[in-house]
């Protein structure tokens, strides 16, 4: 899928989630957008199954706009990542242990 096409997919969804009627600026940051963490984290999730890969879920700090974003999952540049066996797709508990990330859960 083009970077283009896949931008617009992003923006349609980002819509849906944030009941925006207007057009959704593809160059706002996320943040601007009103997505909260599990509008994210429910986007991540329909990317992976449209692209049929497991997108981490750190690209929405690393690729900040729908544009941005959209431009690296165009160019497969998350594909690769993922290919490699970046840090945030480990494979087991010494894996993530090494990435040096927590997930702490507050209730």
Known sequence: MRAHELAAEMAARVA????????VDVDAPFADLGLAS???????GE??????????ATVFWEHRSIAALGRALGEGAVEDRV???????????TDSASAGVAF???A
């Open 16 to 23: 849906r989630a944030t009941g925006i009627e207007a057009a």
């Open 104 to 106: 702490v859960a507050v």
């Open 47 to 56: 990317l992976s199954d449209l692209l049929e890969v497991d997108v981490p």
């Open 38 to 44: 599990r509008d994210l984290m429910e986007l991540r």
């Open 83 to 93: 290919a490699v066996g970046s840090p945030d797709c480990a494979t087991s508990p």
